[in-house]
Every structure is written in C-alpha cells, then in structure tokens.
C-alpha cells in the first residue's frame, strides 16, 4: 500500500509541477489557480495523506506561490502558514530542505504587502549560510537586492551584488537564463542609480551582444 501511496503523491506532484511549470513560462497564473486547489483538496481528502509530507509541503509551495504571482497576496500567506506548519511536523525531517522557499515567497508576500522592512529582515540572515538549494539561495541574494534597491538602499544593493563573481555561463547552468537576465538588468539599473554611467554603458553593450537574440525569440520587447 505505501509503494502505491507514494506513487499516487508523486505523480500528482507532478502534474501539478507541469502545470505550475507552463504557466510559469506563459505567465497565465490565473488559469492554472482553479487546477491546483481542486487537486490539492482531493489530495487532503485522501486518508492516507499524512504518510506523505514531503510531497504534501512541495504541492502547499506551489499553491502559495501561485496565489502570490496573481497577487492574492492574503491566500498565499495562509498556505505558506500551512506550509510552515507541515515543516515543523514529523520531527522537523523537512524543514530545512523548504527553509529556503518558504522564507522567500514569505518575503515576496510581505514585500508587496508594504511590509518592506519584515520582507528585508526575513531574507538578510539567510544570504550568510550555505544551502543545496542553491537555486532559492540566488533567488533569495536577487531579491534582496531588489527590496534595497526599492528602498534605495542602492550601496546596500550593490553590496550583495559583488558576492555574485561566477561567470553568467555558470549561473544559467545553476539557476536559467531568466534569472541571469534579470540579474543584469538590476546591475545597470544599479549603475544608473550609483551614477556609474561609464559602467552602465559597457554593462548595457555587453547585455545586448550577449543577451539581444534571445530577448528577441522570447518576445521580451520591455527588456528590449
């Protein structure tokens, strides 16, 4: 019975995990948000679902970030509260693998809530400790950037951004091309602001030369 309790969960992680995915790279959120919560309360009505939290705590991320990318920023605390809560159970076996997703999407939340300073004090003592989410990690140091950077906090800002001196090779490999897109972006944006306007105009070059096909062939005419 578990073998197949276990696969039940896992396949529908992942065809949630598919959804999830293709809205992600279509931006059509609200369309897949009525898909996740009638598959997680047939999940929750299964009476065995207990036996299984590591799959439970991946479908409760998802939900949370959902609501959070259609700015139904209320939802999406209440499900990384029960996120939090299935991490705190069955001896606390995962809550460090979540920390890191958890806390981010927590900040994202608080952040677009006007709760700046909570959103900032959430993230800063996690930019100093060593993860194997190293994906959320980068997620996490880009996002700080961008609360500082909105707080204008720009030498704050580009502090945090000098800790990022692998190659944009190595980043796409680690974490996408999108993330390194906009890690770019926020460097220049970062220039300007600081008045390095020598920087901005080797950043911006090199930017086009590198990046300027791809932006084309993803229609990413704002970047543009």
């Known amino acids: 019975i578990n073998i197949y309790e276990s696969m039940y969960f896992k396949s529908l992680y992942q065809l949630m995990s598919i959804v999830s995915f293709s809205a992600f790279a279509t931006n059509v959120y609200l369309k897949v948000e009525p898909f996740l919560i009638s598959t997680y309360k047939s999940i929750i009505s299964y009476k065995r679902e207990e036996k299984q939290p590591f799959y439970h705590i991946q479908i409760l991320y998802m939900i949370a970030n959902t609501f959070f ?51 900032i004090k959430t993230l800063e003592p996690l930019i100093k400790i060593k993860h194997s989410d190293l994906e959320s990690l980068l997620d996490i140091h880009l996002s700080l950037i961008m609360f500082y950077f909105q707080k204008r906090e720009f030498k704050k800002a580009l502090h945090i951004f000098s800790k990022f001196y692998h190659t944009d090779k190595w980043y796409i490999e680690k974490a996408g091309i999108d993330w390194v897109l906009k890690k770019n972006l926020t460097e220049i944006l970062l220039h300007i602001e600081l008045g390095n306007i020598d920087l901005v105009e080797s950043r911006v070059l090199s930017f086009q030369w590198h990046y300027h096909k791809h932006l084309q062939a993803s229609n990413q005419n704002r970047a543009i």
């Open 69 to 119: 990318r259609n700015k139904k920023f209320d939802k999406s605390l209440h499900y990384l509260n029960l996120m939090y809560d299935e991490m705190l159970h069955h001896k606390k076996n995962h809550y460090n693998t979540f920390k890191l997703k958890h806390h981010l999407v927590l900040s994202l939340n608080l952040n677009f809530s006007n709760n700046q300073e909570d959103a």
